[in-house]
Every structure is written in C-alpha cells, then in structure tokens.
C-alpha cells in the first residue's frame, strides 16, 4: 500500500504578506483554540482505512503561531486515527522571529523534525515592503534557535526577482543563504497574483515592474551557485543537500495519496479522487462543531486528467518521468501520443527525452508551463 | 390625379443641419403624422440610422397639404442619403424630384456636403429654396449664410426661409415656399409608362419593395411591367403610397411616388435608377443617367472564429438581399483563414455592412486594412484590376499602375489651414481651387488618390480642424502613380493579412511603423522571432522578439493541483485562439490591433 501524507491548513497569521494569495486571516486565540479542535475532531471521524503515514506537514498560514499543546492535540488525533511509521517526516512552517526557542524544543519533543521557513530575502527594506513583519537578523536568530533546539532538517525559502532588486543583490542574498548551509532550500521566482496588494502596487506603478529576462538570468543564477555549494535542484523551485528532498511535497509531484485536513485543505486519494474542504476557517469551524463535512468539492478525475497530472506534475521534479512506469499506470504511451509536441519542445531545448525518461532541461525548467501546457 | 397639385422635393442638408428635425415638422403640420405619434426622425427607420444621426436608404413620405391659396396639394418629401457614399443613390432620388429644399445651419454655414448635393441638384435641374435653420439659436447668423449661398452657389435667396425646425418657427412658410416655387411635375400621361426607380429594400414579408416615381404614362395594380434594363417582367402585387403609414392605391399616374411589390426575391434584381415601364406597352427610351453601381473601397472580412465562416456566408447572402451595392467573394488568408474579399461604395458604406454583420447577425469579424481597385498594366499589355494586395502581379510584370482619384472639397475655417494643407500636401494631393467663400471661411478643391483617403484621411482631417472642416469628394478617374506592395514577414513568412499597397514615398515609413508595431504585439515565443518589412525582395525594416525568458509555475503543493490543469489548460485554450505563422503563434488582438493603427 502507498504510504500517505498528511497535510495540516492553519490559517492564521500576525500580518498579511502583499505577495500573498493563500487562504490566511488575522490570529485570533480562541477562532485559533476551536479551530484546533474541529480539525482534531475531522481527523478522528475520517475513514482511514488501514493507510500508513509516513510525512506530516504543518502549512499555513503561520502553524508556528500554535501552542505545543494546540500541535499535539493534533498529532494526537492524527497517531489515533492512522498507523504512523518510525521515520515519519513532520514539518512545521513558521515565520522567522515569531517562535521562541522553548516553543521549538517544545514542538521538537512532540515529534516535529523538519521546519520550514519564510526568509524571503536578507534585505530589509524589501521585507518591509513585501509586509513581512521579520527582519534579516530574526531570520539569522531562527536559523541559530532551530539548530540548538535539536533540528537536522532545516529548509526556508527566498523569492528572487523582487520589484528593484538587482541580480548583484540577488547573488548576496544566495550567499547569505548558502552560508547558513539548510538542509533545504526553496527558491522562487516572485508570482504575482491577481488582487494581492502587490499586484495593484505593481499596476499602479508605485513599485517597477521585475523584468523577464532578469528574473530568468536570476534563475539560472541560482541554479549554478547551489550547485556549486553541493546542493541538488531536486525540483523547479526546490534544492537539497544530498537525501534532503522533502519527502512529504514529493507526494504531490508523484500523484501518491496526501490527506488534507482543515480549511481549505485539499487530498487526492492516490488513485483518482481528489477533493477541497472548505476556505473560510470560521465556516469551515462551524461546519465541523454542528457535525456536518467540511469538504466542498469533490473532483473525480478521468483516465486522460490523471494521465495529464502526473506528467506536469512529475516533470516537476528533474529526474522526470520514468515512461515505462508511467505507461504501466495510466496505460499511455507518452512518446507515440505526444509524438509533434515532444518533438517541437526538443527542438526548442526544453526536453530531454529517451525511451525510459521523459525530462526537463535547466531552460525548461525556466519555461516549464510551455511545457506542461502540451500535456494538459 | 392632377399634376398640377403635386409637388416633388428632397431636403439637402449637411449632417446636424437640421435635415430629420425639419422633416419631422412637415410632416406634423400637414397632419401625416399626429403629436403624440411623434417619435423623433421618423423618417430614419433603421437603428443604425438613428444612432448615427445619417439617412442611409432613401424614403418617400407623401404629405396632404391644403395651402393658403385653398387648394389642396400632394407634397412628396423624397429623403436622400446623407453621405458621400451613396452619391449616386442622391442623384436617383433628386432626379425624382423638381425642387429641393437647401437647409443650411445659421450659425455653420455652407458645408462641403451641402456643396456637393446642391451641385447634384442643379444638375438634375431643381428648383432650390433656401431653408436658414436653427435662427433661435445664440450665434445664428442667417445673413452670412445666405451671403456665402449667394457667393459659392450662386443661388439668388430671395425666396429664403428663416426657420428653427426645433420650435417650429417658419415651418408653415417652408410648406408655403414648396407649393409657390416647386414646380410641377411636366409628364405625358398617355404616353407608355415610364417611371423611375430611386430605391428599393427587402421585407422579410413582402419580398422586394421598390420605390419609384412616375415620370410619363401610369401604373396599375396587376400590370404586366419590365425592367428596362435588366429586361425582367414582373406583375405588380401592391401599389401603394407612404402617408407615412403605408396605404394602398389602385394607380398612380404622371409626377406621383410611390412603392411596389412583384414577387421580386433580392433587391440585386432591382437597380437604382433603372426605368419601370409596361411590359406591353414598353417606352423606346428609359429615363436617363442609369449607371451600374461600382465599389470603390475593398476590404477582406473574415470571422474571429474560424467556425463562423459559413455563417458569415448566410450572412452576406442575407444582407445582400437588402444592400445590392456591395459585392463579396471568397478568399482565403494563411494568417486570417478563410473569409471575403469584400467591395463596398465607400468607407462608410463598409463601417455600416460590418456594423450590420455584427450587430443583425452575432458575428465577430476582422476587417483587413482598406483598399481600392488598381489598375495595373502587365509588360505583356494586359491590363488587370487589382483590388487586394494578394493579386497585385510580381513587380518585374508590371508595366505601369494606375490609381483611383477623387475630387475632394473641403470647407473650412482659415485658422486650420496651418493643418489642412500639409495634410493634402502628404496625402500627394494636387490643388484645383483655393477660394475664399466669406471672410475666414475657404472652400479648398484637391485631386487625391482614394487610396489616401481609405486609410485615416478622414480622421486627421477631423483632427486637425478641431471637427470643423467638412469634406465630399467625388471620384474623378485614374492617374499613374508609383506603387508597391509592402509585406511585413514573420520569422520569414510573409503574413498576407498586412501586406498594403501604397506609394513608394510612404512605404519606408510605414513599413517601420508596421514592425515595430508588430514586434510589440507578438508575445515572446520559445525561439526569437525576427520581424521584416519588405519591398518586393528588398527588407527596409527589420525588428526581432525576443525568446520568452520565463513561463513557470514556482509553487506547486498544498496540493491545489486541479486548479494548476486548469491554468496551464487555459494556456493552452489561448495558443488554440492564436494564428499561427509558420511556427509563430499571433494572437488575434495583434491583427486588429495593426488593422485598426491610423498612423
């Protein structure tokens, strides 16, 4: 049996980030204390069948605003309700600066292993204007507090292509970072979603507009500097010391099984079913206390969306797709059906491509959705 | 009925002179239509016509008058078109007519299109009255407008009317002015029938209803009648008359309108200005000044969804039942798809079928840039007509090519000649007149290629007088001139859709123009994409796109993966939506977008 993940939504944060689309509200202790128990409560009555956990993961959100005792009231209904192997990876993201040293040890002794931060960038004045609430030096403090409290695995990310940011400041942020030596690390190019504060900075010209052609010169930046430092770009945006890779987000890319719990979580059963809960954490609370399903939408994917999935989403990762593995599962040969568009994309150097391996090159990387688009 | 109690007249006026107001107020006071039926412009029946404030089919309104004199009289009030355009559609409707009245705005003054029609009146003989409008209105000045009357036409204004159609003030001295000077129809009622065709329309009920005038001789419901130049024999159904209502007759005899029905399936069967007459009883003569009606301005249409095509050929076929002055073929583009090389009598003329297609029948269309009909003359002799870019002949064929002109008249205010006359001067026009009609008003007259008045002549024209300048033109024959065909290619493939032809002069700069503009309309592909604009084999522009640096999802987890399919699924919905070229994908909004570019 495929081993699953468990993923945890907590949608609380101090302050909302002007880059920032995803399901959060402003904290509030006791919406935060009832929430803890409906999701506790969601997890006891889901019909776990005999799945073996092996990742868990804390997002957000700012999971690091919960009590130890809050995180264990979780972890405990997640030990109760499923079979949890020995070397399970539990992560908690957090948010520099915000978590004393007692709460990691705290979180450290209730299993969590891996933590994950937002340091965004060393320079901060962008922080500021990203409405990051963390300076460089709370970003150094974490760091420091992570590794006394006894974490191995530590992973935190960093957005290139900020609105003014050169490549020079870029490469001393790389630095900085390669210097702290995580075990993980995320780096991405700045997304700007529609109706975040950013974007209507960005409209409005009150911030100058990231160019392409730098955040793609940006990229292959950082692709050589982590190389360099012995890291392995395991994935698009995702670099690791060697047997680092994140287990649990490695779930998505391969299509295996990740149950989602609270607002907005979203799970995909590892064969064809995938499903949402509910956005909204005061509704989602309600929900679950009147003992009603928190979920509200189920998507039931046909042969040809799994097939398309699990290429863009395996593409992802650059070791690729192994093609006669993914011809066993979905019954598809990928080199007769995408014949002219795998045939366009390497002639345009995106794609390597031989019988047992379908992959990106580091330019296709940069322009993966011309890509994935062929498959979708 | 008597002729010598009708009276035949057509209103000409400059677009806001006051032509449907006037119209309107006729027809109030004579009854024909009462004050709470009054709906403003009565007379302009199709939406478009209201909303642009233009007549574009002709109407026939008869009125019932009892003048002062105490007799009772038939007014017929013939509306004309109001554009340049439909020039020869004018003369139809005037020559049915014996006088006109000439409404000229009091604070305006004489305008080009007034100009224009009034000269068509004088030369089908009509009596004119002069009608000064809008006297109620602040800055009226009705004896500079019958000082320049008197000065560029020529026209003694004794018999001028003051009027404000608005409030009605000298509208009972109008009806007066038409039964006093309009002459009466002269016609030879035992003479076999001749009657002249000034319009025709379809209904979806009816078929064919034709509009015409009774020149000698009568018609009678059931009469065998010929068209005398198509030679088709019909037998009339429905005689009427518009009151405005329609309201049917049992004959109408020398110097009456009215309309018929026949069994007649498209309009294309019934030509402007053809003479009806009795198919047993024919006229050796048909009434004179018959012309077949030829397009001036040529346009390729095709469908924004390739899957519209055949129903924009139902389209055409429909519009084309109600509209015989534009004609279409197929044509096909490698950048566009296939479509219609389509003709039409002007640029108005195109903006209204295009208008039409689209709002009449839910299609969204593409217009090519605006042409006309070249005459070009091969080394080997032949002379060929070339009205799109696509058939003009390799340039090491071509002997000498010719180039449509027209005779442009532009009236307007000294202060903007400082514009007006550079504008000519680069739209290679040649100066005939140059005439000072009041103190600061000037009455220009220019030959020009209507190739130049096609691409935004008009516009500018606009621009540069503020919206003052008014301008009619005429076509005036063909001069040599030294054209090419510019192409813009993408990555070295000619994109037909661009190709223009136009004078060497401007080429160059046109051609720049048209790649830069293209460079910043293509997105960043996968390669870079070199743009050229070329002259025959010759490059004169080069501009390239850049290979697209990025186009990348950065996170991918939390595990919202169906709303990623559905990103990259629109992504790819988009590219399906482009137009490729050779391997370069162009979005659709490139090609309006370079269509639509006036400079």
Redesign the interface.
């Known amino acids: 049996m495929n081993k699953v993940g468990i993923y945890i939504h907590i949608p609380f944060c101090r302050s909302r980030c002007s880059y920032c689309d995803f399901a959060t509200g402003a904290y509030d202790a006791e919406l935060c204390e009832r929430y803890v128990s409906a999701v506790a409560k969601e997890i006891s009555s889901f019909d776990a069948g005999d799945h073996e956990v092996d990742t868990i993961y804390f997002g957000g959100g700012t999971p690091s605003l919960l009590t130890p005792a809050q995180v264990e009231t979780i972890l405990d209904s997640v030990h109760k309700q499923f079979h949890v192997a020995a070397q399970t990876e539990t992560t908690i993201e957090m948010n520099p600066g915000t978590v004393t040293r007692e709460t990691l040890r705290a979180y450290r002794t209730l299993g969590i292993n891996r933590a994950s931060f937002g340091a965004q960038t060393f320079d901060d004045e962008h922080l500021r204007r990203l409405g990051r609430t963390h300076t460089a030096a709370d970003t150094r403090r974490t760091f420091d507090d992570l590794r006394a409290g006894d974490y191995e695995n530590i992973s935190f990310d960093l957005i290139a292509a900020l609105p003014g940011q050169t490549i020079d400041a870029w490469s001393s942020n790389l630095d900085r970072a390669l210097r702290l030596r995580p075990e993980h690390l995320s780096l991405y190019l700045l997304e700007i979603h529609e109706g975040t504060p950013l974007a209507e900075q960005l409209k409005r010209g009150r911030l100058p507009q990231p160019d392409e052609d730098a955040s793609a010169e940006m990229y292959r930046l950082m692709l050589a500097r982590t190389s360099d430092a012995g890291y392995e770009h395991y994935e698009i945006s995702n670099f690791c010391l060697p047997g680092y890779e994140s287990r649990h987000n490695t779930k998505y890319w391969t299509c295996a099984p990740v149950f989602g719990f609270g607002c907005s979580a979203h799970s995909f059963d590892g064969r064809n079913t995938r499903w949402s809960n509910e956005r909204d954490a005061r509704r989602y609370v309600e929900a679950i206390e009147s003992g009603r399903a928190a979920v509200v939408e189920t998507i039931e994917l046909d042969a040809r969306e799994l097939s398309a999935e699990n290429l863009f989403l395996g593409l992802r990762l650059m070791r690729g797709i192994d093609l006669p593995e993914h011809q066993a599962r979905f019954n598809q040969d990928v080199r007769i059906k995408y014949e002219d568009d795998l045939a366009r994309l390497k002639e345009a150097g995106l794609i390597e491509l031989s019988d047992e391996r379908l992959k990106l090159t580091r330019s296709g990387a940069l322009l993966s959705n011309e890509v994935f688009a062929a498959f979708v | 009925m008597n002729p010598e109690r009708i009276r035949n007249f057509s209103i000409i006026a400059h677009i806001d002179h006051g032509k449907s107001t006037l119209a309107d107020r006729l027809l109030q006071l004579t009854g024909a239509v009462a004050e709470r039926e009054m709906e403003n412009q009565v007379l302009d029946n199709m939406d478009l016509e209201r909303e642009r404030g233009i007549t574009i089919k002709s109407h026939a309104v008869r009125l019932d008058y009892k003048a002062r004199d105490g007799e009772s009289y038939v007014l017929n009030l013939i509306d004309t078109p109001g554009h340049v355009d439909f020039s020869y559609e004018v003369s139809r409707s005037l020559s049915a007519c014996e006088g006109a009245l000439l409404v000229v705005d009091a604070s305006q003054g004489v305008e080009a299109q007034t100009l224009a029609n009034t000269y068509l009146a004088i030369d089908n003989n009509l009596e004119l009255i002069p009608v000064i409008n809008k006297i109620d209105l602040p800055g009226a000045e009705p004896e500079k407008a019958l000082e320049q009357i008197e000065r560029v036409i020529g026209l003694d204004t004794a018999n001028a009317v003051l009027t404000s159609a608005k409030t009605g003030l000298g509208v009972p001295e109008v009806l007066e002015a038409i039964v006093r000077d309009v002459p009466s129809p002269k016609g030879d009622p035992s003479a076999p029938l001749m009657a002249l065709i000034f319009d025709s329309w379809y209904d979806a009920y009816r078929g064919v209803i034709v509009l015409f005038r009774v020149i000698d001789g009568s018609i009678t419901t059931g009469m065998k009648i010929r068209f005398f130049n198509t030679g088709r024999d019909y037998q009339v159904e429905n005689l009427g008359v518009n009151r405005p209502r329609p309201t049917p007759i049992d004959r109408l005899s020398v110097g009456e309108v009215g309309f018929l029905t026949a069994s007649i399936k498209t309009v294309a069967d019934v030509q402007i200005g053809d003479t009806i007459t009795e198919a047993a009883r024919p006229t050796t003569e048909p009434f004179p000044g018959f012309q077949e009606i030829k397009p001036m301005v040529f346009a390729g249409l095709y469908p924004i969804e390739a899957n519209q095509y055949e129903e924009l050929r139902d389209a055409l076929d429909k519009l084309r039942l109600n509209d015989a002055s534009f004609f279409y073929e197929p044509e096909s583009s490698t950048a566009l798809g296939f479509g219609f090389r389509c003709g039409f009598l002007g640029l108005l003329h195109m903006e209204i079928v295009q208008e039409r297609l689209e709002r009449e029948f839910n299609l969204d269309l593409i217009t090519t840039a605006p042409g006309v009909r070249y005459r070009v003359t091969r080394t080997d002799g032949e002379v060929v007509e070339v009205d799109s870019p696509a058939k003009m002949p390799d340039p090491v064929h071509i002997d000498k090519i010719e180039e449509p002109i027209i005779r442009a008249t532009i009236l307007s205010s000294d202060d903007y000649l400082g514009g007006i006359l550079p504008l000519l001067e680069e739209k290679r026009g040649v100066q005939k007149g140059f005439e000072y009609i009041s103190d600061n008003r000037v009455m220009l007259t220019y030959e020009l290629p209507l190739n130049e008045i096609v691409l935004d002549f008009y516009d500018r024209l606009k621009s540069v007088s503020r919206g003052y300048a008014s301008l009619d033109y005429s076509f005036a024959g063909f001069w040599e001139s030294d054209l090419v065909k510019l192409d813009i290619l993408v990555a070295g493939e000619p994109v037909d859709a661009l190709s223009l032809i136009l004078h060497r002069a401007t080429s160059q700069a046109r051609g720049r123009t048209l790649a830069e503009k293209m460079r910043q309309l293509i997105p960043?592909q996968?390669?870079e994409v070199p743009i050229q604009a070329a002259i025959g084999g010759k490059i004169i522009a080069r501009e390239s796109v850049?290979a697209?640096?990025?186009?990348?999802?950065?996170?991918?987890?939390?595990?919202?993966?169906?709303r990623?399919?559905k990103l990259?699924?629109k992504?790819?919905e988009g590219?399906k939506r482009m137009k490729r070229v050779g391997r370069v994908e162009i979005p659709q909004e490139a090609f309006l977008a370079v269509l639509k570019v006036n400079d």
Do not use: H
């Open positions: 960043r996968l390669f850049k697209m640096g990025k186009n990348v999802i950065a996170k991918c987890y939390g595990g919202d993966i169906s990623k399919r990259l699924e992504q790819k590219k």
